[in-house]
């Protein structure tokens, strides 16, 4: 009987700390999206989130921490948004230049460019990159593997082309966010790409022929 009571504490406690860390989430990204992070003080955070700042230190080290966590999560969202447009389309390499194409089209979310785009690098620095890198650099190197397999690219290592891409797309975003009209800058910064890897993609009647 205490075994049973102590295992339904023990998920009960975990549920607790999962609504907390959740509350902690949902607010932090209220208020950086909406003050931005150096304007936000970690009592509107807990304040919002109904929470004391107890709770703050128990699940984060710190604002900075929580930011981070709120930044990690925001890349997980891109993702999915790269993940689903390239599951819409059904021809390759199209569906690959479609996962680029959403990546830079997250930044003409208000919330998304104030955050992660703009915020992110500012207060995480180099960790920002490497947050993105660890989400974005595996996948863009898959694609290029699927690519020479598919003979669309010629054979070379995909390491450093897909850091290379990876920071392309990373200044076309750059170049959206802090332009007075995000969409033309959109518009623009996705042209440049689709030349500049365009150059790299040939009908697989040339790459093998």
Do not use: C
């Amino acid at each position: 009987m205490n075994v049973k009571e102590d295992g339904k504490g023990g998920r009960t406690q975990a549920q607790r700390r999962a609504t907390t860390r959740r509350a902690l989430l949902d607010a932090a990204r209220s208020l950086f999206a909406e003050k931005g992070y150096h304007e936000t003080a970690a009592e509107e955070i807990v304040r919002r989130a109904g929470l004391t700042r107890g709770a703050l230190y128990h699940h984060f080290e710190d604002k900075k921490d929580l930011f981070r966590a709120v930044v990690d999560e925001m890349e997980g969202e891109i993702d999915e948004e790269i993940e689903a447009a390239e599951q819409a389309q059904s021809d390759f390499p199209e569906s690959v230049m479609a996962g680029y194409r959403a990546f830079v089209d997250a930044v003409l979310d208000p919330k998304m460019k104030r955050t992660f785009f703009l915020d992110g690098p500012s207060v995480l620095g180099w960790e920002w990159h490497e947050i993105d890198a660890r989400h974005a650099v595996a996948k863009i190197e898959e694609g290029l593997e699927t690519l020479i397999a598919e003979g669309y690219v010629e054979p070379q290592p995909v390491g450093p082309l897909a850091r290379l891409i990876n920071g392309a797309l990373l200044e076309a975003a750059f170049f959206v966010a802090v332009s007075e009209d995000p969409e033309a800058a959109r518009d623009e910064a996705w042209g440049a790409m689709e030349r500049l890897v365009g150059g790299l993609v040939h009908r697989r009647s040339t790459a093998q022929g």
